[in-house]
Every structure is written in structure tokens, then in C-alpha cells.
């Protein structure tokens, strides 16, 4: 058997090695750049019911209503009439029959060119003035969808400082921030401020006696504006407000301004970043996507200073739009608008941005309001690449109708029959904790951030002696099919349930997770959608996994080793061709952005930056719980023949997870140098987690995008079929078993499969509703779901190996006081989640062996049960 193995093994492998050498060899790149045209598409909604139109209102959605409140206008003749300031509000509401506009009522004075947000309570309105003053004054616009009326609401808004008009003000969670502006009448009074204001107390709508107060930050570091855009975004750490362009007073000349600032509330700082290739002052900018913002309207001043020249002869302004990556820092034109509405406010309702009115060229106001839709290219996968992806599933598929054949009892099926190679199980425990989530997420993680995380990858070799010299010998000693069947002999069955049932939850968890969050990122490669992609992971991996048992999965993580690790290198390949065929240096933009920082020392717990020592420790932590506790990779410790074997099968997982930290970590910053180089082929509507897999249906070889592709699904499918055949391991062999439900062998074989397919089902239906395309990091999910689940069990592992002390109430205690502990540290806490397993293990161990000595009886019989007591006497 060992023979047809290793033949099964060599076929395999060829097959993956030809398959990789013939389609380097076809066609040309894929080089399909998005349409600048189509990066947002425009349509118009009823106007606005003043015919003369209106700039400088107040706008915002509140109660699924836009709100537009204020303004001002000229009368006709636009040229020979002052300035007016409105006080009318009207909301536009949509329901089946279409949109309509209502009577809001009115504000407490005329007033127009004041910041605005859209709240959860309402439109906040800040600051504005009329024909004689400007004003501090804040309050908030609730629209009312039941009475249709509008709640004009004073008392829970403080006012501004000082009086503000022509500023911008932007929202992140319950803070709102407002820049720039001026104080009075003239542009020389214009500020650099910017203020913040938090609305946590304000929500639920009710009076608040002594509310929060603006507070003043860190001011811009440039001259004062106003008519500035403020918005905001992330930058791949934090979310920022971004202050862009505006115009000032500089002697007695006014001055244009091109220059973007961004700050970031986290850390209290500023930081300058790429100029605009033009001037965009009183424009309108709204964010799009994880990280970047639109541009869509704006004075560039080509015809500012001859205005009383043109008059109406003024061409108005420029109809095209931009584009603004904050990751990569860079601007590009994002295609022509129909009309350039200036002094006025982007919304944004629902998916879609709203231009409410807005003043088309000087004195001429517009009632006219335009929905503005993101529009992402439709992937154009090619016939070549959908041959390879249907083929090269069908042929995972086909490995697990082979091995049925060979599954004759559940010693077949969960342990294929203790005769796996061991370079194939260490291919498998590889591909296993690798998982598609780690080889999209990580090329993310480089892409966005830098190489930090790199050093958490990197603790794997530190512990595999664990491993080999502790966890190994004892699940051998044992015989165990599923990993806890240790903790019964070294505690009680009640533990053992505990840690068997928590391993059930965690991996139909992980299921869900490694599936839509896997069909998100593939999205933007192949035509299909996150909810196709789960039901084919879902489908595919149900038929081979409970046909073909652990045999199938170990053999098709082996070959999706082969093709990832192909993959990847090759894939580097095509980024510096990409960025060698541009004007950039290979590696220097990345040193410049600090890409390649590989550790931040600082002391928080919670900062999205993440500290060396937090990466340190929650690596071992993961690492620990992973490799002696989690049932997917100690079962493939018991398919090889003996304990050396298996511990080779551990030395290589942990040997290849440097070279292929070293890759995906590299594929990630070459992104990001590649993107900086070629903005234009960065699509504006995509994820951080979708870049990866977007450069692969793009620019990669016809065919070997198809490939790559395929073996991202297939990885996924991988993780998933791990998932199915360790869970149905311990239902069958912890609960099934334990208990005698069954009469025969061939009873238990049919109830693994029933649970592989029962598990399947359940996960891929946990996966279809987990779908959640603002997830930020597939990375940090896929961390923390890990986090909140495996730190009891490694840590009921290491109790139990290391104190001859601790008993099974001890242990029980314990194990439910070090659950408690870490869904409230997720819950109550901003603890990043790469800690939340150590906690565990900590939480666990202390809490266990202190109860131990409380409460319950001295330990049984321990003989081969911890490292002080090594003979094992059966």
C-alpha cells in the first residue's frame, strides 16, 4: 500500500508540474484595464422645487429621505440681482411609486454654505451664514417618514467656537470633524482649524443637560482655506478625514490650491499627501470602496479670475472627474461627468452618491440632483481560463472518487489507514493552516500595511518542537483518532465533549469564514458572485470530502501546495516585469512608504498598528493551540506509519512556511509598487483583500490566471474538506463511539460520511449568510474567529501535559471561565484579536490549575499522560 501511495503521490505531482509548464506557455498577459468611463455611472432624480435652483444648502439622508435645507440663488437676470438666502427645507422620499418631494418646513433663519452630515438622529448642520453674517450655530434635521415632518433640534448641539461658513465637515463613527472655513465675510478670515465634535451622547435624540463640546485639534499644518472638500477614508490602518484643495487669500492675490492633507484621529496627526493634478475648490468628494475617494466636482479655476469678464458667457466648470487611491497615493482621472455642480454637498444614500443642486457656473444655480453609481468592471475571464478552472475542479473532485475506493472502516477514512507519506501529510498540515484566506490575505496585509505580521508566520518553526517532542508522542502513545480523546484519559469524559464540541463550533465557524469570505475576494476575478462561489467551495468540497475521507483531502492539498507555491512565484515574476516596464525602481517607492517595517514598538494592545510584542505572543499562542489541539492537524499525525515519519511530516509544514512567508509577503508589496506605478488598473469599488486576485484575472498568463484561480478555490476547498473530515472525526469518534450508538464498522463509515455531508451543508449555509463585503481583512477575521475558539483548547492541552496537578473540575472551571474571558475581551474590548488565543491559553491554564487546588479530587492514574510522568502503562 505504501507503494501505491508514493506512485499516487509521483502522478500527482506531474500532473500539477505539467499543467503549470504548458500554460506558462500560451498566450499573451491579460492586460484589461478598467474603463475610465464606466468608474461610476450618473442618472438624475426629480429636481429640487425651487426653479431657480440652489448652492450652498445644507444636504444630508436621514430616514432613508435626502434632505436639502437653505441654499442661496440669484433672480433673473442673474447678473443685475444680489445674492439670496433661503430658509425652506424639502426632503425627497422614494417608496414604489417612484420619488417624491415634500414640504420640510423651514430653519430658523436663512441660511446657506455651512457643513453637513448625515447622522444616525439626523442631518447635522454646522455653523453657515447670510447676507450679513456667519454663524456658529449647530443643529440637527430628523426627518419623520410616518408624520412627514421634519424635527429642527438645538439643544443637544453645541456651537462651534467661533462662527464658520465655506468649511466641510466629514463623520467617522460618532465623531464628526469640521475643517477649514472661514469666520467672516472676507477670505482673509480663513482658518486652518479643525474641530470635533462627539455625538455618542446625542443618539438616542433625548435632551442632554451638559453636552460635549467641539474640541479643538491639531490644526492643519498649511495655510488657513475655505471651500475645501472634506471626507473620509481608510488608509489600510486607520480611518482619516481628508482635507483637499480650497482657495486662500495670499496678499492681495487669492491662491488656488492643489494640496491634500490627511489626518488621522487615532493618532492625532497630520501628514501630507499627493498634490491633485488640478485645483478642485468648492468641489463635491465622496469615499468609494475600502479606500478610495471620488471626486466629482469642482472648480479647477481655469476661468476664475476672469469672471466678471465671461459673465454668461462663462463656460462653466470642468466636466471631468478624479480619482484618489489612499494607499497607494495616487490621483487619477476618473472619467467625464455631465455637469460640474460646485458649492454644494455629496450624499451619500444607500450605494449610491448624491449631488443635490449646486451652482453650474457663477450666480447660475441648478435645481437639478444626479445619483452617482459606483460601477465596477465585469471580470472578462476568457474561454482558456474557464477550461483550466472547471478542469482543475473536476479534477479534485476526481481524487476523491479514486480513494472511495479504499475507505474500508472509519480507520480508512480518518486516518487513511496509517499509510500517508510523510512529505504528503506535511504538504497537507501546510496547505491546511495555509488556507486561501492566508494566501489572499496576507498579499493584503503587505499590500495595505507592511511586513509586521510577517514575524507572527515566523514563530511556526519556534513551535514545532512542541509539537514533535510533547503533542506527537502523546497522540501516538495513545493511538487517538481524534485529538480529544487525551483529554478523557487525562481528565474525564466531561472534558472531553467540552473541547470535542468547542472544536465542532470552531471549525463549522471556520467553514462559513474561509468560504464567503473567500468568494468576496474571488469576486472581482471571475464573473461569479460571493453566493455562487460559496455553493460551488461548499458543493464540491461535500462530493470529494465524503467520498474520499482524509485520503482525498491529504492528496489535494498536496497538489494545491504544488500550484500555490508555482503560483506565487510566478506571480512575482509578472509584477517585476509590470514594474520594470514603468519609470519605478523595483523596491525603492515601497522603502519610502515604509512597506517593508517589520516591527512597531510600542506598548497598545489595541492599535490597528499592531505591536511587535502583541504579534509575538498571539502567534505562539495561535501556533500552540493550533499544532497540540486542533483536531485538522493532529489527525494528520496519526495517518503516517509511525511517530518519525509524523514528526517529518511536522518539520515540513514548518520549514515551508518561510520560504512562503516570504512570497505572499513580497506579492503584497510588489502590489503595492505595481498600483502606485499603473493606478489606472486599480479598481476604485474592489476590497484590500480583492487586489491579489484581481492582478491574477488581469495581468496574469492566459491560463495561468485560470489556474491560480482554480487553486485559490480549490485551497479554500481544501480548508473546508479539512474542516468536514475533522469534524465528522470527533461527532463519530467523541460522541458516536464513546457512547456505543453504533453496532458495526461499517455503521460508524456510513455515519462519517452522513456527518461530512451534514457538516458541509451546515457550513456552506453559514458561509452563504457570513457574506459581508465591508469586512476590511479577511486576515484579521479569519484571526480572530481562531482566536475566540481555539485558546480554551490549547490551553486545556497545555494544563493537562504540563501540572500533575490539575483535575478534570479544575480543568472544567477553567475551560469556561477562559471561554468567558475572551468573547468579553471581543465583546467589551478594542484587544486586537491576535491576542484573544493567548488570553485563552493564559486564562485557561491559571484559572484550571489554581480551581484544581480548590475544589474536586486528585488527578487518576497519569502514567504517560504528562511530561513529569512519561512511561505509558495501557
Known sequence: MKTTSRMVGCRLFGIAAMIVVAITLTGPAIATDTDASRRHEWDELPPIPVPLGLSGAFAGVHGNALIVAGGTNFAKPLWENDKVWHDRIFVLTHDDDGYQWHDGGRLPRPLAYGGSVSTESGLLCIGGNDETDTYPDVFMLSWDAESKQVTVSVKNYPSLPEPCAFGAAALIGKQVFLAGGQTGASLESATSNLWSLDLSQTESGQPVSNPTQWQALPSLPAPGRALNLTVHQHNGYHDCVYVISGRRQNGASIELLRDVWEFTPAKGQWRQRADLPRCVMAGTAAPVGQSHLFV???????????????????????????????????????????????????????????????????????????????????????????????????????????????????????????????????????????????????????????????????????????????????????DATSAYEYLEKRFSCGVRLFGSASFTLFHLFRMAVVMSLTGLALAVATPLTPTQSVLLMGGLSIIYCTLGGIEAVIWTDTIQTVVLLGGAVLAIVVLMIGIEGSDRNLFSPAVDAGKFRIANLHWDATSTQIALWVIVLGAVGQNVSSYTADQAVVQRYMTTSDAARAAKSIWVNAILTIPSTILFFTIGTLLFVFYQAHPEKLETTITADQVFPMFIAREMPIGIAGLMVAGIFAAAQSTVSTSMNSTSTTIVTDFMRRFDWCESEKAYLNAARFWTLVVGLIGTGLGLLFVNPDIKSLFDTFVMVIGLFMGVLGGLFILGVFSTTANATGALVGALVGSSVMFSVWAGTSINGYLYTTIGIVTCVVVGWLSSHVVGTAPKALQGLTIHTPKFES
Not at 454644494?344 to 444614500?349: E, F, G, N
Open 296 to 478: 466629482l466636482g469642482g472648480d479647477d479655476g481655469t476661468n476664475f479670475f476672469r469672471t466678471e469678464e465671461l459673465k454668461e458667457n462663462h463656460p462653466g466648470f470642468i466636466k471631468q472627474s478624479l480619482a484618489y487611491h489612499t494607499i497607494t497615493d495616487t490621483w487619477i482621472e476618473a472619467g467625464a461627468i455631465p455637469m460640474n455642480l460646485v458649492t454644494t454637498t455629496a450624499v451619500r444614500w444607500g450605494n449610491d452618491i448624491i449631488i443635490p443642486g449646486g451652482e453650474v457656473r457663477p450666480r447660475e444655480r441648478s435645481p437639478r440632483v444626479f445619483r452617482v453609481s459606483p460601477v465596477a468592471a465585469t471580470p472578462d475571464f476568457g474561454a482558456v481560463n474557464y477550461m483550466v478552472l472547471i478542469g482543475y475542479l473536476l479534477a479534485m473532485v476526481g481524487v476523491g472518487f479514486y480513494f472511495t475506493k479504499g475507505n474500508h472502516n472509519t480507520n480508512d477514512f480518518f486516518r487513511g489507514g496509517k499509510h500517508i507519506p510523510w512529505w504528503a501529510a506535511g504538504c497537507s498540515i501546510f496547505a491546511t493552516m495555509l488556507s486561501s484566506l492566508t494566501y489572499t490575505g496576507i498579499p493584503s496585509k503587505a499590500f495595505t500595511q507592511d511586513w509586521v505580521y510577517a514575524v507572527g508566520n515566523l514563530t511556526i518553526p519556534l513551535v514545532a518542537p512542541l509539537a514533535v517532542f510533547v503533542a506527537l508522542p502523546f497522540y501516538r502513545r495513545i
